[in-house]
């Protein structure tokens, strides 16, 4: 029986798309929604968490994985729409950007504490909106990397990459800035006290940020200065998308892919003690090493569905690979309203897990198991979608 499920899901993927490339989206968005949605923030084991500030863990992973496949998107996409206008292609990419953004912004405001009666949603929601979040850094995103994409060649990418890297070192280490007390400090990488804190604090306003108490800066892990790192982490998946499209054999691909990676991986580790791996900061370091796993992770994909022929063991990872921002909206929606709906003095989801899995499985495995729970109810769901393919396209 699940051998015919899977097959029934091979058979409905949609055609014209890379089966390694929606398995491995697959696995970043489900891995996303895993980490986001414990039965308790109390109770996570460490490897589930992200690192506390410089270091790295392997969710830190995930966020770039996935900017990384939106770079990849983009060349694939570009190849079916040669014959428009550069400028039309650009009103198309930034309608998309723009629909991201708006429906980060709407996952941010769809809260309201039906626990507390005296809480105002105008006053500790809409007024203190935090205008930054995942879907919101990847429109921007995706929108810049179009644009150096239309209107750069391979050298011009790959120059694009190091150089908006470089950019952000020298401005990070090199840029003095103030706090309110008049002290001066530059070349600071520390939680709450660098330069791109300082940016977020007094350009997005300390309320407006996810890290509001950080001292002596308020600052956000998708801030402003960040991004430029973070267009290069999508540039790099525009490179690796040009590799599979070249007419290279497939095992020549495979080993560049696999070289690259480790050969990212080691630079980033062996900079590491000088430029720190943060992923709040989104350094280069971190740029190297996440971009060098997710090769990795893509050629050993591409060496299982292409070269091996094995392939059904993408089937789950497909309903939601190539529903992605679906599952995400959805799976944001639920966790939100089981944040909101007050049951027995606390919240549904907190009292679900408190009553069934806590007890059954004890702390730390019922809060997994929880998790766990979320994401297969989840997969119902999206297999629902995936049959009979709604397919939601930004």
Same mark, same amino acid.
Request: overall charge positive; proline content about 5%; charged content about 10%.
């Given at each position: 029986?699940? !051998?015919?499920?899977?097959?029934?899901?091979? *058979?409905?993927?949609?055609?014209?798309?890379?089966?390694?490339?929606?398995?491995?989206?697959?696995?970043?968005?489900? *891995?996303?929604?895993?980490?986001?949605?414990?039965?308790?923030?109390?109770?996570? @084991?460490?490897?589930?968490?992200?690192?506390?500030?410089?270091?790295?863990?392997?969710?830190?992973?995930?966020?770039?994985? $996935? !900017?990384?496949?939106?770079?990849?998107?983009?060349?694939?996409?570009?190849?079916?729409?040669?014959?428009?206008?550069?400028?039309? !292609?650009?009103? =198309?990419?930034?309608?998309?950007?723009?629909?991201?953004?708006?429906?980060?912004?709407?996952?941010?405001?769809?809260?309201?504490?039906?626990?507390?009666?005296?809480?105002?949603?105008?006053?500790?929601?809409? #007024?203190?909106?935090?205008?930054?979040?995942?879907?919101?850094?990847?429109?921007?995103?995706?929108?810049?990397?179009?644009?150096?994409?239309?209107?750069?060649?391979?050298?011009?990418?790959?120059?694009?990459?190091?150089?908006?890297?470089? #950019? @952000?070192?020298?401005?990070?280490?090199? /840029?003095?800035?103030?706090?309110? @007390?008049?002290?001066?400090?530059?070349?600071?990488?520390?939680?709450?006290?660098?330069?791109?804190?300082?940016?977020?604090?007094?350009?997005?306003?300390?309320?407006?940020?996810?890290?509001?108490?950080?001292?002596? $800066?308020?600052?956000?892990?998708?801030?402003?200065?960040?991004?430029?790192?973070?267009?290069?982490?999508?540039?790099?998946?525009?490179?690796?998308? =040009?590799? #599979?499209?070249?007419?290279?054999?497939?095992? $020549?691909?495979?080993?560049?892919?696999?070289?690259?990676?480790? *050969?990212?991986?080691?630079?980033?580790?062996? *900079?590491?003690?000088?430029?720190?791996?943060?992923?709040?900061?989104?350094?280069?370091?971190?740029?190297?090493?996440?971009?060098?796993?997710?090769?990795?992770?893509?050629?050993?994909?591409?060496?299982?569905?292409?070269?091996?022929? @094995?392939?059904?063991?993408?089937?789950? #990872?497909? /309903?939601? %690979?190539?529903?992605?921002?679906?599952? $995400?909206?959805?799976?944001? /929606?639920?966790?939100? /309203?089981?944040?909101?709906?007050?049951?027995?003095?606390?919240?549904? %989801?907190?009292?679900?897990?408190?009553?069934?899995?806590?007890?059954?499985?004890?702390?730390?495995?019922?809060?997994?198991?929880?998790?766990?729970?979320?994401?297969?109810?989840?997969?119902?769901?999206?297999?629902?979608?995936?049959?009979?393919?709604?397919?939601?396209?930004?």
């Amino acid at each position: 029986m699940l !051998l015919r499920h899977c097959q029934q899901i091979l *058979a409905k993927q949609p055609a014209n798309r890379m089966l390694a490339l929606d398995a491995l989206r697959g696995l970043a968005i489900l *891995a996303m929604i895993l980490v986001n949605n414990p039965g308790s923030w109390q109770y996570v @084991y460490p490897p589930l968490l992200h690192a506390e500030w410089h270091g790295w863990t392997p969710t830190d992973l995930i966020f770039p994985a $996935f !900017l990384v496949m939106v770079g990849m998107a983009i060349p694939y996409s570009l190849a079916g729409r040669q014959m428009l206008p550069k400028a039309e !292609l650009l009103r =198309q990419g930034a309608i998309r950007a723009l629909k991201l953004y708006l429906l980060g912004l709407f996952l941010v405001l769809f809260y309201y504490n039906f626990r507390d009666p005296n809480y105002s949603y105008l006053q500790q929601k809409l #007024l203190t909106v935090r205008w930054s979040g995942v879907l919101q850094r990847i429109g921007i995103v995706y929108f810049c990397t179009l644009l150096i994409v239309l209107y750069s060649g391979t050298r011009g990418r790959v120059l694009w990459l190091s150089g908006l890297c470089l #950019l @952000y070192f020298l401005l990070m280490q090199f /840029v003095p800035y103030r706090d309110n @007390y008049g002290h001066t400090f530059v070349g600071l990488w520390e939680h709450g006290n660098n330069l791109a804190a300082w940016l977020d604090h007094h350009v997005l306003g300390p309320n407006h940020v996810f890290f509001r108490s950080a001292t002596p $800066f308020a600052f956000d892990p998708e801030g402003i200065l960040s991004t430029l790192p973070a267009i290069a982490s999508c540039l790099s998946g525009v490179l690796m998308a =040009q590799l #599979l499209q070249s007419k290279a054999e497939l095992a $020549f691909k495979l080993r560049v892919l696999f070289l690259a990676g480790l *050969a990212a991986i080691w630079v980033a580790e062996l *900079a590491h003690p000088a430029l720190p791996i943060n992923k709040m900061l989104w350094t280069p370091t971190f740029v190297l090493l996440s971009s060098g796993f997710t090769a990795l992770i893509l050629g050993l994909f591409l060496w299982l569905t292409e070269m091996k022929r @094995y392939r059904l063991w993408t089937a789950p #990872l497909l /309903v939601f %690979g190539v529903n992605a921002i679906l599952f $995400f909206m959805l799976a944001g /929606v639920a966790a939100r /309203v089981l944040s909101m709906v007050p049951v027995a003095g606390t919240t549904l %989801g907190n009292w679900l897990y408190r009553s069934a899995f806590q007890p059954l499985f004890g702390d730390y495995n019922g809060s997994l198991a929880y998790a766990i729970c979320f994401l297969l109810l989840s997969y119902i769901g999206m297999l629902y979608c995936y049959r009979r393919g709604w397919i939601f396209k930004v």
